[in-house]
């Protein structure tokens, strides 16, 4: 059995070392799964404070991520500004209806 450190991930939470990996390895499978394209807008509704938005965003055009949490959401939009990452963010419901690049911050 191996041994398993506590290590702050990118986010700030404050995790189990083999709990980083498995959730990382879950994410790179949800991308490679979902065929995205370069001129693709990938939708992550429950976002939370970003984990799969930000492996995602490598692969397409644009993220949007939307959260009930808006604290969540506050912090989602911190570290995209410090890692100049192109993911966009919406508050509510609003990711359940129609939406327009001009809603996204």
Same mark, same amino acid.
């Given at each position: 059995?191996?041994?398993?450190?506590?290590?702050?991930?990118?986010?700030?939470?404050? *995790?189990?070392?083999?709990?980083?990996?498995? *959730?990382?390895?879950?994410?790179?499978? *949800? !991308?490679?799964?979902?065929?995205?394209? =370069? /001129?693709?807008?990938?939708?992550? *509704?429950?976002?939370? /404070?970003?984990?799969?938005?930000? =492996?995602? !965003?490598?692969?397409?055009?644009? !993220?949007?991520?939307?959260?009930? +949490?808006?604290?969540?959401?506050?912090?989602?939009?911190? =570290?995209?500004?410090?890692? +100049?990452?192109?993911?966009? /963010?919406?508050?509510?419901?609003?990711?359940?209806?129609?939406?327009?690049?001009?809603?996204?911050?």
């Amino acid at each position: 059995m191996s041994k398993s450190y506590e290590v702050w991930t990118f986010n700030g939470l404050r *995790i189990l070392e083999s709990e980083d990996r498995y *959730i990382t390895k879950v994410n790179e499978e *949800i !991308v490679k799964r979902a065929h995205p394209n =370069k /001129s693709d807008i990938a939708l992550d *509704i429950g976002c939370g /404070s970003g984990f799969l938005a930000f =492996k995602a !965003v490598d692969y397409v055009e644009l !993220v949007v991520a939307c959260d009930l +949490s808006k604290e969540l959401l506050e912090y989602l939009v911190k =570290k995209v500004k410090e890692n +100049s990452r192109n993911i966009a /963010s919406l508050h509510g419901m609003q990711c359940a209806y129609p939406f327009h690049r001009h809603l996204l911050t």
